[in-house]
């Protein structure tokens, strides 16, 4: 079974999924210098990009389209990132890096995953297939195809013995074995016995479940609290937006039949919708992404309009899905020096496979920057991509020609 894992909120789901259960949000698995899928024209090119991508590219639209905010509670002076030498040092040994999250990173080295903390140390080893963000002090692991949870000291709390695990929520997450969903505790202990097809997550004290008989809101004792419409929809308007129903203040929105509108409380009754609560409007954001004449990226202080960060990145941040806001995770935020190469013709291809785009591979440098112009990377790492671009474009024209 294969990750797909949340750019938005970090949550991981099952390959079947084609959205984040937790969030709604398309998802994926990043990579320093992993290869993206190969495009077949390019238009698809586009679409794969845009579809497989972790961070997002800005767009060539100048200054003001993309924000930069920073974090609106006040961090632990542990949980700031400080882009010391022996921080950098310590993060250029990983091909792979993810925003942080409540102090932790997601790295990869080696084609194994682990995890550091605001230091550069490597709390949890880069010894897995995968690994998930921290929730409630736990993160879903992958060794071997089998999945268990890891703590934040790095130990194995629940032994990976699992087809699939969820992350946790409400102090129970979902796992799955021999095709059948249930749950288990921090202990490892199985609260809710797995028999059903298809788990949420907890809310409220309830979360999604199914079996062959219907679908149903269960509580953390495994009994059944609510049985839902028969023509119920795990799908929000497309096949992009499946996600697993949860509660929030009271109430769930659902999709049965053509009724998108359709509410119920947590005693399974219909109501009318919740009307829309104004929000508080967005902080003033200090900083603002330009876009020079060869396309990098920088930062800009958008009160004095002086650059803070120079251009000279291919990419600055994650986006949330829809818009162009770039957040900073504990002080600092991911930037990618990108490159491409075209790679000899595969074997198993045909003749009318063998063309540029089928050739043509991406690969991206990552690294740590914060808002005073320091970064992870070296000189040697502007130098290789450097040096790939300019062999490519040699390369592109001679295929050209």
């Not at 960060?309 to 949330?320: L, W």
């Amino acid at each position: 079974m294969e990750l797909k894992k949340c750019k938005e909120c970090g949550a991981t789901i099952p390959d079947k999924a084609k959205a984040c259960p937790k969030c709604g949000c398309q998802v994926d698995t990043p990579k320093r210098f992993g290869k993206l899928w190969i495009a077949l024209g390019v238009l698809a090119l586009v679409f794969i990009i845009g579809g497989s991508a972790t961070y997002f590219k800005t767009g060539k639209s100048g200054a003001g389209e993309d924000s930069i905010h920073k974090d609106t509670t006040a961090l632990q002076t542990d949980l700031v990132v400080k882009l010391t030498p022996e921080f950098c040092k310590a993060v250029r040994k990983y091909n792979s890096l993810s925003d942080f999250k409540d102090g932790f990173a997601v790295v990869e080295k080696g084609e194994k995953w682990g995890v550091i903390d605001t230091e550069g140390k490597e709390v949890v080893p880069c010894v897995y297939d995968v690994v998930a963000s921290f929730y409630e002090e736990l993160a879903a692991v992958c060794k071997n195809d089998k999945w268990g949870f890891v703590n934040t000291k790095g130990k194995l709390a629940i032994p990976c013995t699992y087809d699939y695990a969820f992350d946790f929520s409400e102090g129970l997450a979902t796992v799955m074995k021999n095709g059948k969903y249930g749950f288990i505790n921090k202990k490892g202990e199985v609260a809710i016995p797995l028999k059903f097809e298809e788990c949420g997550f907890f809310s409220e004290g309830l979360a999604y479940a199914r079996d062959k008989k219907g679908d149903y809101f269960i509580n953390t004792n495994g009994e059944i609290k609510i049985r839902l419409p028969k023509d119920l929809s795990l799908f929000d308007g497309s096949s992009y937006d499946s996600s697993y129903p949860t509660f929030h203040n009271g109430t769930c929105s659902i999709v049965v039949g053509d009724d998108y509108n359709y509410v119920i409380n947590t005693k399974g009754e219909k109501v009318t919708p919740p009307k829309p609560q104004p929000s508080a409007p967005e902080p003033a954001s200090e900083y603002e992404v330009f876009r020079n004449d060869k396309g990098l990226v920088g930062v800009k202080n958008i009160k004095t309009n002086k650059i803070v960060v120079p251009a000279k990145y291919s990419s600055i941040g994650k986006s949330a899905r829809d818009n162009n806001v770039i957040e900073l995770h504990n002080g600092v935020v991911v930037a990618t020096l990108d490159y491409k190469e075209i790679k000899d013709k595969d074997e198993d291809s045909t003749d009318d496979e063998d063309n540029i785009y089928t050739r043509t591979y991406d690969y991206s440098i990552y690294g740590y920057i914060d808002m005073e112009g320091n970064e992870t990377f070296t000189s040697e790492d502007y130098k290789l991509a450097a040096e790939k671009n300019s062999k490519y474009e040699q390369d592109k024209k001679q295929w050209q020609e």
